[in-house]
């Protein structure tokens, strides 16, 4: 039991856009920044989005962050067959003075 | 270019140790922390702790106290994460990662670490 929440999977067409949403409490998300990280099969993560809304040098515009309260949410347009991967948010938790990862969310592109 | 290469796979017995090293190079070592993430097989990411480089502070998720430690030789630039007492349930992959942009960047490649008797 992952202490953000993310959904298992998410699906959409090339082309598409697809958002993807994690959500916890005021002592994680809701009391420090939020950063994405997208998985390809068989390899590390790599960061895509920091700062809840910011793309490291390199990461397409396509890739999006944005934050409300305690949810966080990652958006990824003009989707690829190369975008299939898990995606992981991940942030600071300030009652357990640890990070915190989402259970991640699978990307297929149909 | 940054780079964080880790030690190659291990195999351990129930109640051995396994220290994983992540040698780091393309910027200055001491400048950003470390920290230490795992991955069971078709599981998610598991956060473990971290590490000051500088000066060798640590800071441990509370299912690994007592039980991992993280160190650093800074005179080649390499961190350790060390996990004493193995279980089973300890086999997974296991990322060392630079803390930097409010975020983890780069990863290392991963290091397998299989526990079994």
């Known amino acids: 039991q992952s202490v953000l929440t993310q959904s298992p999977s998410v699906s959409a067409a090339p082309g598409q856009k697809v958002t993807i949403s994690c959500s916890g409490s005021?002592?994680?998300?809701?009391?420090?920044?939020v950063s994405w990280y997208q998985q390809l099969p068989g390899t590390a993560p790599k960061l895509l989005i920091y700062?809840?809304?910011k793309r490291p040098s390199g990461i397409p515009d396509r890739f999006s962050g944005s934050k409300s309260g305690t949810s966080a949410t990652l958006g990824i347009t003009g989707l690829q067959t190369g975008d299939e991967a898990d995606y992981y948010c991940?942030?600071?938790?300030?009652?357990?003075?640890?990070?915190?990862f989402g259970g991640g969310t699978k990307l297929t592109v149909l | 270019q940054v780079q964080l290469v880790q030690s190659g796979a291990e195999v351990k017995k129930p109640g051995a140790s396994v220290k994983v090293s992540c040698k780091a190079s393309?910027?200055?070592?001491?400048?950003?922390?470390f920290n230490w993430v795992r991955q069971a097989t078709g599981q998610g990411l598991e956060w473990m702790g971290w590490?000051?480089?500088?000066?060798?502070?640590?800071g441990y998720a509370q299912k690994f106290q007592g039980r991992v430690t993280m160190t650093r030789n800074t005179s080649i630039s390499t961190a350790y994460m060390e996990v004493s007492s193995l279980r089973s349930e300890d086999t997974a992959v296991y990322y060392c990662?630079?803390?930097?942009?409010?975020?983890?960047?780069?990863w290392g490649q991963g290091t397998l670490v299989t526990v079994s008797s």
């Open positions: 590490m000051n480089p500088n000066n060798g502070n640590t």
């Open positions: 991940g942030t600071w938790d300030g009652s357990l003075s640890a990070g915190v």
């Open positions: 005021s002592s994680n998300i809701g009391n420090n920044y």
């Open positions: 700062d809840n809304n």
């Open positions: 990662a630079r803390g930097r942009l409010g975020g983890l960047d780069p």
């Open positions: 393309g910027y200055t070592f001491t400048s950003y922390d």
